[in-house]
């Protein structure tokens, strides 16, 4: 720790901001596109370490993960994990798409957790991660997440809902080592993929 | 290596599927794709696997159907290519009273458009009858194919719905 002798660390959990407050991706400074593994690399099924969100290491894989999901077609979220690093870091941008509702726009967050989820709905989800398959998941419409803006470590208060929701489930998962596949609603519930981006 | 097609079928009971993956396993037949229900009461399994010749894997697989109560076939298959991507991925449903044709007539309507079955099922419980099918459609082709399935539907006195089952990529 780098405080001084005596000083508290500030804690950045002290302050919870609803939505993203004035963080911008632009802070994060320019990401690098990193490939992305594909199931069953080990790294996809490990849960990932909780980060300092502050870390120079941290803001880099942010701004990384939005760089990789932003050149990924289609791509409307993507997990540390997904680019091989076993960490609790991901990035969403669910602009544009016909199913969203509400939308916070391109945005990563650090150790993040699900505080409250409602209203569940089953839909057919695809992986980056795993290309060939599709699955039926349900995951619920109705989402309150808090976690850790890189950069600054405030922490962000998220209330969403529909496919955004829907997409932070699925990352946050991601941070746990859970695949959708180990959240399929049954046995067959799991199809091989008919469409590539 | 060869690639086998074994279907197994018969009274079901616990461990069915234990005992054939076992006999398989046992023979170095690796298991790819399986599907596995229960087809009113009766156990039913189709597998994919690759290993050696049917007929072993059939002597392997015959005490299992010594008492009758299972039936088991092996046979050599042709592997397929890689899956190309056909068309537009929907799901139809249809339910209605029971009554003979159904499947025919709406699959039937599927096929003339050029759809593709790639997968189905369909369920008799008391006298309403469910059949669920995933087709593959030829781009653009939903719209016309709604209209020709609602017409078979009506004369079969039976509801369909069509609805495109395409992934979110996350």
Redesign the interface.
Known sequence: MSGEPGRPEPDPRAETYEGLGDWAPEALGAGRVIPVVSAPQAVLSRAGAEVDPTAGETVQLAADLIATMRVSP????LAAPQVGVGAQVFAVDVTG?P?AITVHGVFALCNARVVEATRWKA??????SVPDL?GDVKRASRLVVEGMLPGSGKVARLVTDG?EA??LQ??IDHCAGLL?LDRVAG??AI??????? | MNELAITVIGRDRPGIVADVAEVLARLGANLTDS???RLRGHFAMTLICVGPAAAEVEAALAPLAADGQLLATVRAVTPDGA?V?????YVMAVHGADRMGIVAAMTRVLAEAGGNV??L?TRLSGSLYVVVA?V?LPPGAAEVLLGRLADAAAGLGVEVTLRP??????
């Open positions: 289609g791509c409307v979220g798409h199913k839909g057919r989800e695809g992986c980056m599709t496919f829907r997409a699925h990352e959708f046995a067959h199809y091989q993929r008919k469409v590539y981006l | 599907t596995m229900t899956a991507p056909a068309g537009e991925p790639t997968d099922s995933e593959e089952a395409e992934p979110d990529l996350l």
